[in-house]
């Protein structure tokens, strides 16, 4: 399993990624799923994936080692497309070139082709994008009216994302409450785990601002942890209890 | 979709279902997912289902009409039955019964048997019980160290019960965060949706001592999801900004 979280807020750009994969519970590993193209001054993009490993890190070196666009003959790389739309077409055709080599073996062996990415970054000269390719080769980008996008195991970080993500809030706040996401899918799934990779990414800047991997023991990380069990605590005691009782004779006794 | 949670503390055992049930999004009714057997002074005995309603809605059936225990010969209802335990091991009987009626046409139709229940309730001279029985009829019994079981849409709503629920909390602090858990399911799936129904079973009482339906526009249930929204958002408030910088030259600016 895997848990990982794109922001994208008017400051710019985040983006977070576990580590964990498992093959079964009893074969884990820690494998990077977030990745950078950076050439400070023109271009920084980001890329994080979900799903079947061997799917997504083969789409990861057709990506590096760039791919014939079957209309124009050109090759092309995360690091020469013109613009951030191209680049998540670029994913969406190394996942259709897999599925085209693979797929057939994979159905074959009962593996379904299950990979997604996250693809965040900013060209020269055009604003911040962030997009989710779906392992069809299709995607959406994110808007400002919910500014984020997750794959992987997305439901238990999603209420706090809901709440509190707008497109206004400082980026450093993004990436807290990004982190708070990762947390709370930590705690209810062991197959999303430490270290995680962050990345942000400041509106022109064109490189990354913050590229880091929080390790086992972080002590921030380990802060957040603590604080936000013991905010989410104290938060439900200041609502009043209910006032129900029962449609028939009983009443609250107390 | 469905969620149900049921929450077994120290004073008692509170049971919520929402009412939605959906086949395909363009097709919404309200169903009622909560039932209770209550003979009030001698046992209370309380089903939440989620899954295929037409199983769940004969299995429920079966459990009224009472069904003939293969080795005793006996007829048994929920009403009769002398332990919560037996009343576990008779939702388990149900199901394979209406398992081995339906099974073969679902498979043919292609409709999977996916149902699940939660058993909670009290019988005279035994403490309260929680159960959660599978679609095969397997089922296990809720503990004191996670004190809440869920079926049906149940990730968005654990992450406030793994962190605000202890065997030892107020019953109706319980229903509280049982409340908080819905809401943060139905935010953010439209397959859960009012009106909420809602059961507190008070430890020795048995009897029901709240059953009462959430409808839209409960003015303590819209107090509680704006209170919790503010408190959400205002949590993370207290927590420090992150402080990484790159690994590289890159430091954060303001």
Known sequence: MTYCTGILVREGLVMIADTRTNAGIDNVSTFRKLHVWDRPGERVVSVASAGNLSLSQSVMGLLAEGMKDPHSGRIETLETVPSMFRAAQLVGLGLRQIRHELGEALEEAGVSFEVSFLLGGQIKGKPPKLYMI????????????????????????????????????????????????VDSTMRSNLGVGLPIDIIVIRRDALATQVSARIEVGDPYFQDLRNSWSEALRAAHMNIPRPPYTSD???TKED
Chains 1, 2 share one sequence.
């Open 134 to 181: 779906y392992s069809a080769g299709n995607f959406i980008e994110c808007g400002m009216d919910a500014p984020f996008l997750q794959i992987g195991e997305h439901k238990y970080g999603k209420p706090i994302l809901d709440r509190a993500v707008t497109y206004d809030i400082d980026i450093y706040d993004a990436l807290k409450i990004g982190l708070i996401s």
């Open 248 to 250: 028939s004779a009983a």
